[in-house]
């Protein structure tokens, strides 16, 4: 499989499980079920409810541009740069009317030093309102970081304190990114145990969440609860569970989406991993063509082929 496809499959299965996932995005399992009885498996079923007409079906969310704005950061730098990807966000969310962001993501992006000193603008927010929270924001940026040949821990903890600044968060960003490494460099899933001693590493409260992942089925993680669907911990384990059980990218983002919850985040992470293990060619092809803005992912994918065929040659300019 050429190098080209792996990275196409990543940014448009990443792309794709976010604007399907919208379909049953907060949504319970029994709700899931009683809207779309016989499975969600094209854009055009997506119901109109309250929450998703304000979208066109096959419209992908804030999570899939800020992924592209990375991606667009690291073409430019030539590196994986926080600090210019920083001030790309920031120009993003001004010009974006930005919906689909919690109010603790434009918090911190609303610090008048996040531009300057975003890690210091991260943390206030998190001391001043003294939060406790590992929400899953930043596992996709962690997919971008890991594509990065070289110092990968550096660029997922950079990368998720910009806007979180919570272990579980860094943990979790750097298991998955370890994982998209060594699926796009290597060509092979990295071992349980390896993943396990990251956890026990940085965080050894996400073990459990790895162990479960490898060993239990989807219905353990309660994917609908709304108290806890926005885990990092959560997010990360439904793309490994699907990674490690599924060997069909299109069933894997199905079975997915079909517990509700988080479903366009949980869905997008997954299908971002299950493109870089069988890229483009495997990913369902009425999605890949009913995708909106299509040509943009596809521009910036290519782009982003030609900074990473060659990012073994140069050195980073972030330090």
Not at 43 to 59: E, K
Not at 164 to 192: K, P, Q
Request: proline share 3%; hydrophobic share 40%; aromatic share 10%.
């Amino acid at each position: 499989m050429s190098f080209s496809n792996k990275i196409q499959g990543c940014l448009i299965g990443y792309a794709i499980g976010d604007a399907l996932g919208r379909g049953t995005e907060f949504m319970t399992r029994p709700e899931v079920s009683r809207r779309y009885p016989e499975g969600l498996t094209t854009y055009n079923q997506i119901i109109r409810d309250a929450h998703r007409c304000r979208y066109r079906r096959g419209d992908f969310t804030a999570d899939t541009q800020v992924i592209l704005e990375m991606a667009e950061s690291i073409i430019e730098c030539n590196a994986v740069d926080y600090r210019h990807f920083a001030r790309r966000y920031k120009q993003w969310f001004d010009l974006q009317e930005a919906d689909d962001l919690d109010a603790h993501m434009r918090l911190v992006l609303q610090q008048p030093d996040f531009e300057s000193n975003p890690h210091n603008a991260c943390r206030f927010v998190y001391e001043q309102q003294g939060l406790y929270e590992a929400p899953n924001e930043a596992l996709g940026r962690a997919v971008l970081a890991g594509l990065w040949p070289k110092d990968i821990e550096r660029h997922v903890a950079d990368n998720c304190r910009l806007t979180h600044w919570d272990n579980r968060c860094i943990a979790s960003g750097l298991i998955i990114a370890t994982m998209a490494n060594e699926l796009l460099w290597h060509r092979r899933e990295v071992g349980i145990d390896h993943l396990i001693g990251i956890a026990s590493r940085l965080d050894k409260s996400v073990i459990p969440y790895l162990e479960t992942a490898y060993e239990g089925t989807l219905d353990d993680f309660d994917l609908d609860d709304d108290e806890t669907y926005w885990y990092v911990r959560k997010n990360m384990s439904v793309a490994l569970w699907a990674l490690w059980h599924h060997t069909d990218p299109a069933q894997a983002l199905y079975e997915v989406i079909s517990h509700g919850g988080d479903a366009n985040a949980n869905a997008s992470l997954t299908m971002g991993l299950m493109g870089l293990k069988y890229g483009r060619s495997r990913l369902p092809l009425h999605l890949v063509e009913g995708l909106l803005d299509l040509e943009r992912v596809i521009d910036t994918a290519a782009r982003l082929v030609s900074i990473l065929e060659h990012a073994d040659d140069g050195a980073d300019t972030d330090d």
